[in-house]
């Protein structure tokens, strides 16, 4: 018997990824997936937060699609790797801060570093790409661009495209067989449901939108807003992450709020009240705030009524607010809310 040969699988928790996979796996080849951190992803940091989401499957989608496929999966951080990917898209960004087809060339460069570079032996690199699917890094004409610039060339396999581009290594080598690969294009993602459905998969992650905060209007606006205030793009893991949750309001330059919205939010927000100054309505039910800057009293009485205008006192005529500063230090301080039409739109991320 000849050798069984071994793929590396990038694996983001999405249905395209686990297809891609399970089509590779059926003709006999080892597969290991392997998944990016880079701060940014959608699953499970917002779900495990909300209260909302309590009822919702709090699960890292990737981990669990290979658990459904029965096979190995790497997890590689590369936040600091990542910056220079955000920083600096040799292809630009799409619609909003996300610069996507410079992200699949570095991700699936680092998947060939894996291939050359560990002792695990792989053969070739397998995504579940799909021509037409993606408006900046999923067309034909970027398909050549990726396999070039990642170094992959051809040893890059496309199961649920390959029928639409030049076979690869894998195929033409008869690694794999390019009859059983597929013609899948366009946005549609009826093909990719019917062949789960043939696979058996009952429950997949749903197979619309993307898995990155950067394509996210709102998170992008606010990240732009982070970068500006502090008059650099460097960023570190809990500045992103804090993008994530609460309403961020700006009444001046140097500082902002951000608000929790509900209970769960409040409780992630508190695991940072020693690195930030702290807001929480006493005299009523209020949200958990954190400011980030440095304020005067004057700014400070302005943060603690704007956290009253959220608090379930909003229409009192007092709110007491406790104030913690990042040294330890209270006051407490009696303010009248701010009222809606003095709160402008443009303060708001």
Request: proline content about 5%; aromatic content about 8%.
């Given at each position: 018997?000849?050798?069984?040969?071994?793929?590396?699988?990038?694996?983001?928790?999405?249905?395209?990824?686990?297809?891609?996979?399970?089509?590779?796996?059926?003709?006999?080849?080892?597969?290991?997936?392997?998944?990016?951190?880079?701060?940014?992803?959608?699953?499970?940091?917002?779900?495990?937060?909300?209260?909302?989401?309590?009822?919702?499957?709090?699960?890292?989608?990737?981990?669990?699609?290979?658990?459904?496929?029965?096979?190995?999966?790497?997890?590689?951080?590369?936040?600091?790797?990542?910056?220079?990917?955000?920083?600096?898209?040799?292809?630009?960004?799409?619609?909003?801060?996300?610069?996507?087809?410079?992200?699949?060339?570095?991700?699936?460069?680092?998947?060939?570093?894996?291939?050359?570079?560990?002792?695990?032996?792989?053969?070739?690199?397998?995504?579940?790409?799909?021509?037409?699917?993606?408006?900046?890094?999923?067309?034909?004409?970027?398909?050549?661009?990726?396999?070039?610039?990642?170094?992959?060339?051809?040893?890059?396999?496309?199961?649920?495209?390959?029928?639409?581009?030049?076979?690869?290594?894998?195929?033409?080598?008869?690694?794999?067989?390019?009859?059983?690969?597929?013609?899948?294009?366009?946005?549609?993602?009826?093909?990719?449901?019917?062949?789960?459905?043939?696979?058996?998969?009952?429950?997949?992650?749903?197979?619309?939108?993307?898995?990155?905060?950067?394509?996210?209007?709102?998170?992008?606006?606010?990240?732009?807003?982070?970068?500006?205030?502090?008059?650099?793009?460097?960023?570190?893991?809990?500045?992103?992450?804090?993008?994530?949750?609460?309403?961020?309001?700006?009444?001046?330059?140097?500082?902002?709020?951000?608000?929790?919205?509900?209970?769960?939010?409040?409780?992630f927000l508190q695991g940072y009240r020693k690195q930030f100054i702290h807001l929480i309505p006493i005299s009523h039910k209020g949200p958990f705030t954190l400011?980030?800057?440095?304020?005067?009293?004057?700014?400070?009485?302005?943060?603690?009524?704007?956290?009253?205008?959220?608090?379930?006192?909003?229409?009192?005529?007092?709110?007491?607010?406790?104030?913690?500063?990042?040294?330890?230090?209270?006051?407490?301080?009696?303010?009248?809310?701010?009222?809606?039409?003095?709160?402008?739109?443009?303060?708001?991320?």
């Open positions: 018997m000849g050798k069984q040969h071994k793929a590396i699988a990038l694996i983001s928790g999405g249905l395209d990824s686990m297809l891609a996979a399970k089509v590779i796996l059926e003709q006999g080849v080892a597969v290991e997936g392997i998944n990016f951190f880079t701060g940014f992803c959608v699953e499970g940091h917002t779900h495990a937060i909300r209260q909302k989401d309590k009822k919702k499957a709090k699960r890292n989608n990737a981990l669990w699609v290979a658990e459904q496929l029965g096979i190995p999966l790497h997890f590689v951080d590369v936040v600091d790797e990542y910056k220079q990917v955000l920083f600096h898209p040799k292809h630009g960004y799409g619609a909003n801060l996300n610069p996507c087809l410079d992200c699949k060339i570095f991700m699936v460069g680092k998947a060939f570093e894996w291939l050359e570079n560990s002792d695990f032996d792989y053969d070739f690199i397998i995504t579940g790409e799909v021509i037409g699917q993606r408006p900046k890094s999923q067309r034909k004409a970027t398909m050549p661009v990726i396999a070039k610039e990642s170094g992959a060339q051809d040893r890059l396999l496309r199961p649920l495209s390959a029928k639409n581009l030049p076979p690869s290594l894998p195929e033409i080598e008869g690694w794999v067989d390019r009859e059983k690969l597929y013609n899948f294009s366009g946005r549609s993602r009826k093909p990719q449901i019917a062949l789960a459905e043939s696979f058996g998969f009952k429950e997949y992650s749903q197979p619309a939108g993307g898995c990155c905060f950067l394509t996210d209007a709102s998170y992008s606006r606010k990240l732009a807003d982070l970068w500006q205030s502090k008059g650099t793009r460097e960023y570190d893991l809990d500045d992103i992450m804090l993008l994530k949750v609460g309403r961020h309001i700006r009444p001046q330059p140097h500082f902002k709020l951000i608000v929790a919205r509900e209970e769960g939010e409040g409780r400011i980030d800057g440095e304020l005067d009293q004057e700014e400070l009485t302005l943060s603690a009524q704007i956290v009253a205008r959220f608090s379930q006192g909003r229409d009192a005529e007092q709110v007491s607010v406790e104030i913690h500063t990042k040294s330890g230090q209270a006051q407490i301080v009696a303010v009248k809310p701010l009222a809606s039409e003095d709160l402008p739109k443009e303060w708001y991320v």
